[in-house]
């Protein structure tokens, strides 16, 4: 990807997507919900546009991915180039990888913790550092 906008889930994320995105040093923001009625809620960047952007959302961990594919069809709307999705953890259940790809999601990439098709991230080399570095204290 060019220039991707990487994107947190929500604001509770945005740390963590913000150490992603210095690794580029990328463009980086959050997903806000905002209710717009009883029913109807919409998902759009904070303060960057989505427009014309790759867009890459990335999270510690994706489970079902039920909102990340409501944000897909969002950021879709909203005139994302491309959306993708990165995560540490890939346990991908109930059919989450079918339902994100469905969702417009161009690609799903995630660590070797869960073995599944996102699986192209060794962690070995993360966790191999946590222990030598819990070891020496």
Known sequence: ??????????????EFATGVAAVGRWDCD?????RLSG??????PKSLDAAGREVVIVDDIISTGGTLAT????LQEQG???????CVHGVLAS???TRLRAAGISSVVSSDTYENA??????AGAIATAIREHAHR
Not at 118 to 123: E, V
């Open 30 to 34: 959050y997903l806000q919900k905002t």
């Open 95 to 97: 059919g989450a990888y």
């Open 71 to 74: 944000a897909a069809c969002m």
């Open 118 to 123: 996102s699986s192209f991230i060794s962690a």
């Open 1 to 14: 990807l060019k220039d991707p906008l990487i994107l947190a889930p929500d604001e509770g994320a945005i």
């Open 39 to 44: 029913e109807e809620v919409q998902i759009a």
């Open 80 to 86: 994302a180039a491309s959306i993708h999705a990165a």
